[in-house]
């Protein structure tokens, strides 16, 4: 099975990693961290909005990997961007995560008027070394379209949250060279004759792909019926196999 993925700057990015979005202080950071490394997770996904990066830093000193076998990704929020302040925003993270880079920096939402000054900005950062790759977070096509056209950097990686539950970003599949898929609400899973209603796009240009998530629901189904780890340790497996 792989693990990991190669970006476009030769540097790779574990394929499995956790999301701290609910953290909320040193104690839930230290018990998600610890047993997360315990378990194999090398990348760590935080945000300067989450208000947590202190206690996620704290956690990661303590966790006993060594910095270079850790990938730690945070973002840049809305109201940075509207100041202009890129740089002043990805100090005060590493300040507060307690290190020297960050290893994928990603702009959180694309502020209209402002991401394609802030992505000027996050390259240079790049060339800087404090940020050892950059990307985007919630991007449509049409931003991304915007910021191919002024981007210098080969590194772009758009991050996408994919809820099945009937909001699509299927302009964007094609667009991206990597798409992350996190599964939220396991029991849509199940439901497979609302394929058509949750995917009409593909159902009408990608018909196998469709078939694919079919099968594959019904594998994941049949695999947790057997299983003795719980749900989120199979769909985990599943979705980087």
Request: glycine share 6%; aromatic share 12%; charged share 20%.
């Amino acid at each position: 099975m792989t693990t990991s993925v190669f970006l476009n700057n030769d540097r790779t990015m574990p394929l499995l990693g956790l999301g701290l979005y609910k953290i909320t202080d040193d104690a839930e950071a230290e018990t998600a961290i610890t047993t997360a490394v315990q378990n194999g997770y090398r990348l760590f996904d935080t945000a300067s909005a989450y208000k947590n990066e202190e206690f996620v830093g704290h956690a990661l000193a303590k966790c006993g990997i060594p910095r270079k076998d850790l990938f730690v990704t945070t973002k840049i929020w809305n109201n940075a961007q509207r100041l202009g302040d890129v740089e002043g925003s990805l100090q005060r993270s590493l300040d507060r995560l307690s290190l020297d880079y960050i290893d994928l920096y990603l702009i959180h939402w694309p502020v209209p008027g402002c991401f394609l000054n802030t992505w000027k900005d996050m390259e240079k950062i790049l060339e800087s070394g404090r940020a050892l790759s950059i990307g985007v977070s919630n991007f449509e096509i049409r931003h991304l379209e915007e910021l191919r056209r002024i981007s210098r950097s080969k590194t772009f990686l758009p991050g996408y949250l994919l809820h099945i539950s009937g909001i699509s970003y299927e302009s964007v599949y094609p667009f991206c060279f990597l798409v992350l898929f996190l599964y939220v609400l396991f029991k849509l899973f199940r439901r497979h004759e609302h394929l058509s209603r949750l995917c009409p796009f593909f159902l009408t240009n990608h018909s196998g792909i469709c078939q694919l998530i079919h099968d594959s629901c019904r594998s994941v189904e049949t695999n947790l019926k057997n299983r003795t780890f719980p749900d989120n340790h199979c769909l985990a497996f599943w979705s980087i196999s």
